[in-house]
């Protein structure tokens, strides 16, 4: 079965420090998709990257970056140089190709507080 | 704004009641999803739609739930005989189908509910 953990419930950092988000996953799928979203105080889920189970290679995008280590089944999410308005929840989620539907399973987010 | 609009943003109803939200995806694409948040929790499938066929439904939808998507389009979700228990934020999403799998889905702000 597809899941999904962020074992990091909150966490607070001093605005400029950098931050880590952490998420493990378990899928019995040889290909699988995974994602990072973020959802600020409105509510609205907002798509932040998404990474097929071939491609392990790290990616940046400005202050953010990704690590998906296969061997450990983690993709985690690091914040550098951290901003006020990073502040939300994040949810790490998970896309099988078996089921040939699109549909994810997500994490249960961690909150992330910035702190000025 | 191209992106998944739901309607109402926001909804107080008494115990008992009928409710009904509005999911407008992006143009043109095929696939069509509801989700339900809770506090603390991250979404969790209720069902999907391609183009106007609902191929899938949660445990979770229970007989007061239905859902239709008559022309392929918008897509509708209503909740009868509301009750305490199904206060909770309704996310609507949508993807296009470009590959089998591994779509990139794309949510809408949704739809609060409160159920008094």
């Known amino acids: 079965a597809q899941k999904v953990t962020q074992a990091q419930t909150e966490i607070s950092v001093v605005e400029k420090e950098d931050v880590t988000l952490d998420c493990v996953y378990e899928t019995r799928d040889t290909t699988y998709y995974l994602f990072w979203y973020k959802q600020p105080p409105s509510g609205e889920l907002v798509f932040l990257i998404r990474?097929?189970?071939?491609?392990?290679q790290n990616e940046i995008s400005g202050r953010y970056s990704w690590n998906f280590q296969k061997s450990t089944s983690s993709f985690n999410f690091t914040i550098t140089a951290s901003q006020v308005v990073d502040s939300a929840v994040y949810f790490c989620?998970?896309?099988?190709?078996?089921?040939?539907?699109?549909?994810?399973?997500f994490g249960k987010g961690t909150r992330l507080h910035i702190l000025p | 704004d191209t992106g998944v609009s739901q309607d109402p943003r926001h909804k107080i109803t008494k115990r008992g009641q009928n409710v009904t939200f509005r999911c407008d995806p992006i143009s043109e694409h095929n696939r069509l999803y509801w989700y339900r948040q809770t506090l603390g929790q991250g979404p969790e499938f209720l069902t999907y739609?391609?183009?106007?066929?609902?191929?899938?439904k949660s445990r979770l939808l229970s007989d007061r739930f239905s859902a239709e998507r008559p022309k392929g389009s918008f897509s509708t979700l209503e909740i009868q005989r509301t009750e305490q228990g199904d206060s909770a934020m309704y996310l609507c999403?949508?993807?296009?189908?470009?590959?089998?799998?591994?779509?990139?889905?794309?949510f809408g702000e949704g739809s609060w509910l409160t159920v008094v």
């Open positions: 739609f391609q183009n106007e066929a609902q191929l899938e």
């Open positions: 989620a998970l896309s099988e190709e078996m089921n040939r539907d699109d549909k994810i399973i």
């Open positions: 999403a949508s993807s296009l189908a470009r590959q089998i799998s591994g779509n990139t889905i794309y």
């Open positions: 990474r097929n189970s071939f491609d392990e």
